[in-house]
């Protein structure tokens, strides 16, 4: 369900809501400080979530650890396709002020979503992974859910500025996982089921103690209506990201190799954290950028994104070449050197790693600026250089890693110069 503090709606009738004008205070920090608000609470999230996968690493055995990394990707490819999406458009309309009340329109969408992935994680977990169990297939339709009511309440935390309690929100999923894992341990021996089973109940715990702390602080109930085109074409963007970050153990399982599937799993946990962590800039960032576009202009906005954005993934490339001997100790010291890969491997994931934060804060930029169409092409073409090059070879590991530095470079490059192509067509207009 979606909420907006009292005082926001708008006059009976007016089609509108009412600017979202709030002070800058701890509760509506500015950007900076929002950043810093997003970045405690993703470090605690991360810590936890790396903590979680630690205690699987060790409790399971390698192939059945190398299905859970699966499942889990498979997971969250099929949530954040679903779901991410209502978050970035809620946010960006609240950030430009321009949300209308709708009726159950809004709703609707989102339910038909959340049964639409439901299915497709069904037929994934079924079809792709093998998995048969009655009850790991019953957990995973209840996390989808969660996440169907999360995602939306993230975009009304951020879209308002409500930047504590938008990273607190990724903290307390992150405990709430680790709190439910424990809490089975104290039953019975830990297996594959108990820790799909807390992955799936972390979101639904949480929109339900934060539904009820709004209901108890006196928060009033508004409907969002959700453009459709936005939500299809950030959709189908945010299909290609979490494929290209998400779909490497399950293609590596599928060619047979579910040793080498939890290897790779392992890789990502830990090459991706700078990615999870740079959540803290990318959500602040749309309510920058919007704010930065209506003050500065489209083209004034997009030359300072644009040269930063190259320059940084220079920079970035060189970084993850420098650095993936210490990742490769890491991972070491967390899962232990049977899931230790080659400093190679990890700075080809690494760089594909920098190539993705690029991408994001262009993606930001796109989405502030309307232009969610130019997301979209960019990372659907980027998917299918991934798909082609993972495909390709016959070591289906180094295949993967190949493929991820290929299709990232690809979305950059798109980004780049479809976004200069339609920036200038909108500034000539």
Do not use: C
């Amino acid at each position: 369900m979606l909420f907006h503090p009292r005082g926001h709606r708008s006059g009976a009738g007016d089609p509108t809501l009412a600017p979202v004008t709030q002070p800058q205070s701890s509760t509506s920090p500015g950007y900076s400080a929002g950043v810093v608000a997003v970045g405690a609470g993703l470090v605690v999230a991360s810590l936890g979530t790396y903590l979680f996968h630690a205690i699987g690493g060790r409790t399971m055995p390698t192939a059945e650890f190398g299905l859970f990394g699966s499942i889990w990707s498979a997971f969250f490819l099929v949530v954040i396709v679903a779901f991410l999406a209502f978050e970035q458009t809620i946010t960006a309309r609240l950030a430009r002020s321009d949300s209308s009340v709708g009726g159950p329109r809004s709703f609707a969408l989102i339910g038909v979503v959340t049964l639409v992935g439901i299915v497709a994680l069904e037929i994934i977990a079924r079809q792709v992974l093998g998995v048969n169990e009655g009850m790991v297939l019953a957990w995973l339709a209840l996390g989808v859910f969660g996440y169907g009511a999360l995602y939306p309440l993230r975009g009304i935390k951020a879209g308002t500025r409500r930047f504590w309690a938008y990273g607190g929100l990724f903290a307390s999923e992150s405990l709430v996982r680790l709190l439910v894992l424990w809490l089975l341990s104290l039953v019975h021996p830990l297996t594959l089921v108990d820790f799909v089973a807390a992955m799936a109940l972390a979101p639904v715990i949480v929109v339900t103690i934060n539904l009820t702390a709004y209901r108890v602080l006196g928060w009033s109930e508004d409907h969002l209506s959700i453009g459709v085109g936005s939500i299809g074409a950030l959709g189908l963007a945010n299909l290609a990201l979490v494929a290209m970050l998400n779909l490497g153990p399950v293609l590596v399982t599928a060619r047979g190799s579910a040793a080498a599937s939890a290897l790779l799993f392992a890789a990502l946990l830990i090459v991706r954290s700078p990615l999870y962590l740079f959540q803290s800039v990318t959500s602040t960032a749309l309510v920058f950028f919007g704010r930065a576009i209506e003050t500065q202009g489209v083209a004034v906005v997009w030359r300072r994104i644009a040269r930063w954005a190259i320059g940084v993934t220079l920079l970035g490339f060189g970084l993850a070449l420098l650095v993936s001997p210490l990742v490769r100790w890491i991972v070491g010291v967390i899962f232990g050197a049977d899931l230790q890969l080659e400093p190679a491997d990890y700075a080809l994931i690494g760089a594909a790693v920098v190539g993705v934060i690029v991408s994001l804060v262009l993606n930001q930029y796109y989405i502030a600026a309307r232009l969610e169409m130019v997301v979209a092409v960019s990372w659907v073409v980027g998917l299918v250089v991934f798909l082609g090059v993972a495909s390709a070879g016959s070591n289906p590991l180094r295949s993967t890693e190949w493929a991820l530095l290929a299709g990232q470079t690809i979305v950059i490059a798109l980004l780049l110069l479809l976004g200069h192509s339609r920036v200038s067509r909108e500034v000539a207009a």
